[in-house]
């Protein structure tokens, strides 16, 4: 598997971007990067995905370096509901007839008033 | 709301017990998942079915069934259940196309406390 590297925690002021990082450095070609979030007690919520392009959505950016061996999710204006676990996964071919996903321990995200 | 149903969303049943939970997605995907996340780790694979049919078995103990009727409806049956089983079950569904970028989305779990 292509594991991912998250810092545990990071702080973020309310209204400020935050930035979380992810390190992949043994990602295949074909491989995409991940990020999911888990507000407690509930289910993971999907956020962005990418390849090889930056991409962007109504939730958040990507930034993918142009060796792809890491990645930075951004999102741009942090409000306390963004508060949760924030999850880089490398989605890798797990034998059989399907690509895995599997989940780390993630970086814990805390937005401050 | 991500198209992913988890039913019930609670249960609380004892370790002689028989119980069921369910999944339904309004996707139109043709994979289906089983996650399970113990307090203070990351989430676990359990099962994956594709078009109906298993393929992963993430050496889960027989105490844990699942079945899947069709493409939509996914069930994990439980039966003699073990304190530590006490955990958030989680469905997820995809489109699988035999390419990494397809999306997995889950649903909100079924928190599971065994007595």
């Known amino acids: 598997d292509a594991k991912t590297t998250q810092p545990p925690s990071m702080d973020c002021a309310e209204g400020r971007a935050a930035n979380l990082p992810c390190n992949h450095s043994t990602i295949s070609g074909n491989e995409y990067v991940y990020w999911y979030r888990q507000i407690h007690s509930q289910g993971p919520q999907y956020i962005i995905h990418g390849l090889k392009n930056n991409e962007t959505n109504e939730m958040a950016s990507l930034i993918i370096t142009e060796d792809r061996k890491s990645s930075t999710l951004i999102l741009p204006h942090a409000t306390l509901r963004d508060t949760a676990v924030y999850y880089c996964i490398v989605r890798v071919w797990g034998g059989g007839s399907n690509y895995k996903l599997t989940f780390g321990k993630g970086t814990l995200l805390t937005v401050n008033p | 709301e991500t198209g992913v149903t988890q039913t019930p969303r609670h249960l609380v049943m004892g370790m002689t017990n028989k119980k069921s939970l369910k999944c339904e997605q309004h996707l139109g995907h043709n994979a289906m998942y089983w996650y399970k996340q113990s307090a203070k780790k990351p989430l676990e694979l359990m099962f994956v079915?594709?078009?109906?049919?298993?393929?992963e078995n993430n050496s889960v103990p027989s105490r844990f069934s699942p079945e899947c009727p069709n493409s939509s409806h996914l069930f994990l049956h439980l039966h003699t259940l073990q304190p530590e089983d006490s955990a958030l079950y989680l469905c997820a569904s995809s489109q699988e196309t035999g390419n990494s970028g397809n999306t997995i989305y889950f649903g909100e779990g079924s928190w599971l406390t065994v007595v």
């Open positions: 079915y594709n078009f109906k049919e298993q393929t």
